[in-house]
């Protein structure tokens, strides 16, 4: 009996230990899934990109558009908090995060435009977009990201209903958490530092 009891008790402790370890992050953990593994993009520079390109770094990409009144911006400038927050001790991890958005709406979102809407929060933020509407879809439907054009009363005036998470990539280019949303800078620093561990 005290021999069962032991190993009962072995069992809950490493079952307690696990848990701690799953737990361990504050968005969603997806690593291992079998979407949104990497893209080929072009960026406001008019160069072409790929998840790649950014190795090293912890990636945050985000889908949206720059006409956007609330959700980008507010995700962006929290993008900013987070990078000042990663450079708030010195070691400078701040400049081991790339933030990259991809626009829903290609047909307003030119290169200039989201060149000028990156640069106006931090001009290492990275804008980038498909070639083509069907490289968009077919990009959303990988990445399981829901965008849709919600006519205005003018033709120019429309806005674009979009999914508004993050996904966040580790330094060697896997795909590991999907922030969600109004999740705090504090939160969303503290899963970035645990990444470049």
């Known amino acids: 009996m005290k021999k069962l009891l032991c190993a009962l008790g072995a069992v809950l402790i490493l079952g307690a230990c696990s848990e701690g370890k799953q737990a361990a992050f504050?968005?969603?953990?997806?690593?291992?899934?079998?979407?949104?593994?990497?893209?080929?993009?072009t960026d406001h520079d008019g160069q072409p990109r790929t998840l790649a390109?950014?190795?090293?770094?912890?990636?945050?990409?985000?889908?949206?558009?720059?006409?956007?009144?609330?959700?980008c911006?507010?995700?962006?400038?929290?993008?900013v908090a987070v990078k000042q927050a990663l450079n708030a001790d010195g070691r400078g991890d701040g400049d081991k995060l790339q933030v990259l958005f991809v626009t829903?709406?290609?047909?307003?979102?030119t290169p200039a435009i989201m060149k000028s809407y990156m640069a106006a929060f931090d001009p290492s933020f990275v804008a980038l977009y498909?070639?083509?509407?069907?490289?968009?879809t077919a990009l959303a439907k990988d990445?399981?990201?829901?965008?849709?054009?919600?006519?205005g009363k003018t033709p120019g005036s429309?806005?674009?209903?979009?999914?508004?998470?993050?996904y966040l990539y580790d330094p060697q280019g896997r795909l590991r958490l999907y922030a969600r949303y109004g999740s705090s800078v504090e939160s969303l620093t503290?899963?970035?530092r645990q990444l470049l561990q």
């Open 73 to 79: 911006p507010t995700t962006m400038s929290e993008m």
């Open 104 to 109: 829903v709406d290609p047909e307003r979102d």
């Open 53 to 71: 390109d950014f190795k090293g770094k912890v990636v945050a990409m985000f889908f949206g558009y720059t006409q956007c009144p609330d959700v």
């Open 190 to 192: 503290a899963d970035i």
């Open 158 to 166: 429309y806005t674009m209903d979009h999914s508004a998470g993050l």
């Open 143 to 151: 990445y399981k990201v829901y965008y849709k054009k919600v006519e």
């Open 26 to 41: 504050n968005a969603i953990d997806v690593t291992g899934a079998d979407y949104a593994k990497g893209f080929t993009l």
């Open 130 to 136: 498909a070639g083509s509407s069907e490289q968009l």
